[in-house]
């Protein structure tokens, strides 16, 4: 599944190694590194680049996760398919709702729980956090935004980007920045992480897991999985799994400051019942 992700940022030789694997997946925890590296017309020192690149310790620990990617996504009773044009609606509900379940359980596969660690403290230290995001990422940036807001955390958001660099620049060293983007090649996001970078605010990047212009300017990354296919093109499922991710974040940073942010979320939940009953 890294895998897939990783294809566009990785070497001409790795890129050999990861497709034999892609195409005969059951095969190569089988394989020495000899084996895998004649197999895919590379050398051994290709097949070990591949595992480092994809983050793995070493090939047994490749071999090891992939043989557990395997075993977790035999399914046969669940078939992720892209929706085909005619198809019924039943069939369509079914497709979506699968192909977003799919996008959260990949993206917990390949969550970095030390990085997770470093952004929740990040936030949790911080005086301000400000979301920036482009189109469909901006709209998990806004979500991002409300919700901190529910435990007083000072951050700003914005659709414009103007504002975006604006914001950006009035960033100082101990604030963060959490940037969305799924490709992280958005030439509007790489201009914000650029500005940010200068001012020495941490950056944290939600990106598509492999090597992308965004997560090398990035302090910390935290990746996410897609299942976008044809039809289901207008960033669906990429979406859902940057907000479950903002939803992580979120949940974390409350549950370690809930005694000083339970005050926050009980204003929030009294203001939003004010509202409700004024309609």
């Keep these: 599944m890294k895998i897939k992700e990783s294809l566009s940022g990785l070497t001409k030789k790795e890129k050999l190694v990861a497709k034999y694997v892609l195409q005969f997946p059951h095969d190569v925890p089988k394989m020495s590194i000899q084996e895998l590296a004649a197999a895919s017309g590379t050398s051994p020192s290709s097949v070990v680049r591949l595992c480092k690149s994809l983050g793995y310790s070493g090939y047994k620990e490749f071999c090891r996760l992939l043989t557990a990617d395997i075993s977790a996504n035999r399914q046969d009773d669940i078939v992720y398919e892209d929706v085909r044009p005619g198809d019924s609606l039943p069939s369509i509900a079914k497709s979506v709702v699968m192909s977003n379940i799919r996008a959260i359980e990949s993206s917990l596969q390949i969550l970095n729980v030390d990085q997770l660690e470093q952004a929740v403290t990040a936030i949790c230290q911080a ?124 949940t974390a940073v409350a549950s370690n400051n809930y005694g000083s942010v339970k005050p926050h979320l009980d204003k929030s939940l009294f203001a939003a019942g004010r509202m409700r009953s004024s309609k």
Excluded at 141 to 148: C, E, R, V, W, Y
Excluded at 151 to 180: C, F, M, R, W, Y
């Design 127 to 250: 005086d301000r956090v400000d979301f920036y995001g482009v189109g469909t990422s901006c709209l998990v940036a806004l979500d991002a935004h409300s919700k901190f807001l529910r435990i007083n955390k000072h951050s700003n958001v914005s659709e414009d980007p103007h504002v975006q660099v604006l914001s950006a620049a009035t960033l100082k060293k101990g604030d963060v920045a959490v940037i969305i983007s799924y490709s992280g090649e958005t030439r509007d996001v790489l201009i914000i992480a650029d500005i940010i970078k200068k001012t020495s605010a941490t950056i944290i990047a939600i990106t598509k897991y492999g090597k992308n212009p965004l997560n090398t300017q990035a302090d910390i990354n935290l990746y996410t999985y897609s299942t976008e296919n044809l039809i289901r093109s207008g960033a669906m499922s990429s979406r859902i799994s940057q907000l479950t991710i903002i939803d992580i974040l979120y």
